[in-house]
């Protein structure tokens, strides 16, 4: 598929995982959480405009960490009242700021680990110098 469908275009399960390179059993998978709502035809699967912007803000909250409760509760504040957009934005806002605190909490965790082995390789390094210099 090149460029992006247009909104009143229904995609196919193949169409969406090229689009959003994620996997057929992804789709499947946020379709039985309740995130996703595809027409279906017999067995086969149609996503929507809705479904394509559903995917892209699950996916977009996944890549930052958000659980899938949070996300759903999101979509949720916005399913019921799309003019709601102040307190769907207010929640995810706040919800940014506590995500965005642990993932700098565990960043500094991370730098200290980091700063720590660096250390421990330095002293490895000096040890192994001066095993080989002695046995010269």
Do not use: H
């Amino acid at each position: 598929m090149t460029g992006p469908a247009p909104k009143d275009a229904l995609l196919t399960i193949r169409e969406m995982c090229e689009a959003f390179d994620v996997t057929p059993r992804t789709l499947r998978f946020y379709e039985a959480k309740e995130l996703l709502f595809p027409q279906r035809r017999g067995t086969a699967r149609f996503f929507t405009y809705r479904d394509r912007a559903r995917l892209k803000l699950i996916l977009r909250g996944k890549r930052f960490g958000f659980s899938l409760e949070d996300i759903r509760q999101l979509l949720e504040m916005y399913d019921r009242d799309p003019g709601q957009q102040e307190a769907q934005l207010a929640r995810t806002y706040d919800l940014a700021c506590g995500r965005l605190a642990q993932m700098e909490r565990q960043r500094a965790e991370l730098d200290e680990a980091i700063a720590e082995l660096k250390d421990q390789m330095d002293w490895g390094a000096r040890t192994l110098a001066a095993l080989r210099r002695a046995a010269e």
